[in-house]
Structures are given as C-alpha cells and as structure tokens.
C-alpha cells in the first residue's frame, strides 16, 4: 500500500485553515523540548510522583532512582521549561508541577497507556 499522494494538496481549504491556527514555530520548538523531557523516563517518573503533591530534592532521588545531583538536574531542565516550581525552606527545595496544564498532560499520557496496548515487538516474550 502506497502512502504516495498523486496531488500536492487533496483540500486546499482545510490545509489552509490548519496553517492558520499552526501555533508560532518558536511555540513549536519549546512543545517539542517539553515533550523531550518528558521522554525521559526517570524525569517522568519525578514527574508522576508530583501528582500527589509536592517533594523535595532527596525524595525525588529516591522514587526515580537517582543520585541527588542528578535529580536536581534533572528538576533544573525541567524548572527552565516551566513544567516544575520550587519553593525553598531553609536549605531544602521542595518542587511541584508548575500548573494544571502539567497535571492534566500527565493524567491523560498515564490513562491512554493504561488504556491501550502499545505495541512493542522487542519487548514480546
């Protein structure tokens, strides 16, 4: 089955209203750098474990398995992407998800994994 098109463009006003609404391609390019820190899965997992509230540094070490240094950069990355905030107390910080936009991407990527099947030929058994 071919994907080829035999035409440029098969509905010129539908393409010409999507292009319309295209976010800016800056916008583009930062979507694309959130979802490569999300494509990490120890940051995701930090991530997943802010859903239930705020954590410091050393706890979000230890539900991702890593050293502190390398969660606290890896909360750096994501603090500069604005998808986590800190909050300092004393010399701890304590970090949640930046917003409702962050909380709501999460919930819907954990619910269409657990409600569909991925496919995955290399992890068959």
Excluded: K
């Amino acid at each position: 089955m071919a994907d080829d098109c035999a035409v440029r463009v098969v509905d010129a006003p539908r393409v010409a209203s999507v292009r319309e609404r295209m976010p800016a391609e800056a916008d583009l390019a930062d979507t694309a750098e959130v979802f490569g820190l999300l494509a990490d899965s120890r940051r995701l997992r930090m991530l997943v474990a802010l859903l239930d509230g705020e954590l410091c540094v050393c706890d979000l070490a230890a539900v991702s398995d890593m050293s502190e240094s390398a969660a606290s950069h890896a909360l750096r990355l994501l603090r500069a992407h604005r998808v986590v905030t800190a909050r300092r107390s004393g010399r701890m910080a304590y970090y949640r998800l930046a917003d409702a936009h962050v909380r709501m991407l999460l919930d819907l990527a954990v619910a269409h994994i657990e409600h569909t099947e991925a496919v995955h030929p290399e992890r068959a058994s």
